[in-house]
């Protein structure tokens, strides 16, 4: 069966890699050309190592780094530490998403890149897409893995896009003088920076901040300055590292908000299904989680280039909400908790006194292998 999936993130690549082992022919549709860098924090919890494995898309010849410790740091200097159970690897989505994809072109997937979306149609049962390069490409099923903002999600008129977020997200790539085995989450007013160790002696140094702030300051090394230079251990990254980009990579305006699983019938997968906070470090095992059960759905659900749309979307939303509704609501209640000083200062008091807390929402918003 024909399947188009929009977006080569990781949600698009891993579902793109199964559903085409099964034997679908599959389009890929990425509007850059690979590699490229994602306003990521490049984190992924070892609850996808064995799925990983078993398919050969661990990304072992790049030596990812190892990660087993936990630190947050707010802006009085407190810190909280505490062992990861499950750990963790960092890998840049520059090298592990380029690996995916040409592992996707050996098997014969067709990867359009370079290419956006311009239209997409659903009549007589089947979606018609139009690429900005003028070529229409028709199938039954779409899978729209389109990430945490697309021009998609105005098209398709969805809900939490009407509205507008105050968030904006900062990446870069840093090398420094820091433990490889530990995330450091660092609070600062109004938001939280994430550093960790991916591959080749690097760090990815990924924060989400404010709108207002930026504005406010007017400009993002301004902002850097004022806002988050204010956490002390976030100063001192800043001022002994070597940045590695010219320039850092940004996302503007992107929502935390609740989002419909399926839209008019398209299927949505990974951050395009629900994009859970930075502060609870999961969205790419989400991502690939998310890919694996959609895939097997769609597999069950078709057969001999005839779907059964009805079973698949039902059988696909109550997966996804068993494995994933409950960890979206804790991300974002944690989230809210943090995102004021107060409610930051009341957090960490609140873990420091009840270690059992923090392994709680560790455990609601992670998941079991698989």
């Known amino acids: 069966m024909k399947i188009n999936i929009i977006g080569g993130g990781l949600a698009g690549l891993v579902s793109a890699y199964i559903l085409a082992q099964k034997g679908h022919e599959i389009c890929l549709i990425e509007k850059k050309k690979y ?29 990812p780094s190892q990660i087993n410790h936990f630190t947050l740091t707010l802006q009085n200097g407190q810190k909280l530490e505490m062992p990861l159970d499950l750990g963790a690897f960092g890998i840049s989505r520059y090298v592990w ?30 979606f018609q897409l139009t690429l900005s390069s003028g070529k229409k490409l028709k199938s039954p099923i779409v899978i729209g893995a389109f990430g945490k903002k697309s021009l998609m999600d105005q098209k398709l008129n969805r809900t939490f896009a009407q509205s507008q977020s105050p968030f904006i997200g900062v990446k870069y790539h840093i090398r420094t003088d820091l433990p490889k085995n530990e995330i450091v989450l660092h609070n600062f007013k109004g938001g939280y920076c994430g550093l960790s160790a991916v591959e080749n002696d690097k760090y990815n140094l990924c ?146 006194q009840v270690p059992f807390l923090a392994r709680n929402v560790m455990k609601n918003t992670h998941g079991e292998p698989f």
């Open 207 to 352: 924060y989400l901040g404010r709108r207002k702030d930026l504005k406010k300051h007017g400009g993002i090394s301004e902002m850097e300055q004022a806002v988050l230079c204010q956490n002390p251990y976030l100063k001192s990254v800043f001022e002994n590292s070597d940045f590695l980009f010219n320039q850092p990579v940004v996302i503007n305006a992107f929502s935390f908000a609740p989002k419909q699983l399926i839209e008019n019938h398209m299927l949505m997968a990974g951050d395009a299904a629900g994009l859970i906070t930075p502060l609870c470090g999961n969205g790419m095992a989400m991502a690939i989680h998310s890919a694996k059960i959609l895939s097997e759905c769609i597999i069950r659900h078709t057969k001999n280039d005839q779907v059964n749309r009805y079973a698949l979307e039902m059988d696909y939303r109550q997966e996804w909400n068993v494995l994933f509704k409950k960890r979206l609501w804790v991300g974002r209640q944690t989230q809210k908790l943090f995102s004021t000083n107060l409610g930051a200062h009341t957090g960490m008091w609140l873990m420091q």
């Open 97 to 126: 998403d380029a690996f995916l994809a040409e592992k996707l072109k050996q098997m014969g997937v067709q990867v359009y890149e370079q290419n956006a979306v311009v239209d997409v149609q659903f009549e007589e049962d089947a």
């Open 35 to 63: 590699p490229f860098h994602r306003v990521c924090g490049e984190y992924v919890s070892n609850e996808t190592l064995r799925f990983l494995k078993d398919h050969q898309l661990f990304p072992e010849f790049a030596n």
